[in-house]
């Protein structure tokens, strides 16, 4: 009974920023932690950015680290991801996900309960 969607995605040129939203609509009540997941073409989904609920920790993959950050807006239900210098290997399929359990920000992929449809993100060279 949790729904997502994000938003946000396009084309751009390597350097420029993009800022993707995922607004969550259902069972929003729920302390849910967030995350940002991206599937490229041929290759295995993979971990992004993670927020636990209150967001006072969070979490990045090595190869996005220093360029994105997550934030949530728990009144508004909505968890952002704000990507800069933007690289070719970011083009992907971004989806964001929920996890019932809020108390921390994690990286694994199946602790994740609900997921959105996924936007996509293209960067050229």
């Known amino acids: 009974q949790v729904q997502l969607v994000e938003s946000g995605g396009g084309l751009v040129q390597a350097g420029d920023s993009l800022r993707l939203s995922c607004a969550a609509s259902?069972?929003?009540?729920?302390?849910?932690?967030m995350g940002w997941f991206r599937q490229a073409p041929g290759k295995e989904r993979e971990f992004v950015a993670a927020?636990?609920?209150?967001?006072?920790?969070?979490y990045y993959a090595d190869s996005v680290k220093g360029r994105f950050t997550i934030s949530k807006d728990n009144a508004n239900n909505t968890v952002y991801l704000q990507m800069n210098s933007l690289k070719p290997e970011d083009t992907a399929v971004y989806y964001c996900?929920?996890?019932?359990?809020?108390?921390?920000?994690?990286?694994?992929?199946?602790?994740?309960?609900?997921w959105g449809q996924g936007t996509q993100v293209t960067v050229s060279s």
């Open positions: 996900a929920a996890d019932d359990d809020g108390t921390t920000a994690t990286m694994i992929l199946f602790l994740y309960d609900y």
């Open positions: 259902g069972r929003t009540f729920s302390r849910f932690a």
């Open positions: 927020i636990n609920w209150s967001g006072s920790n969070t």
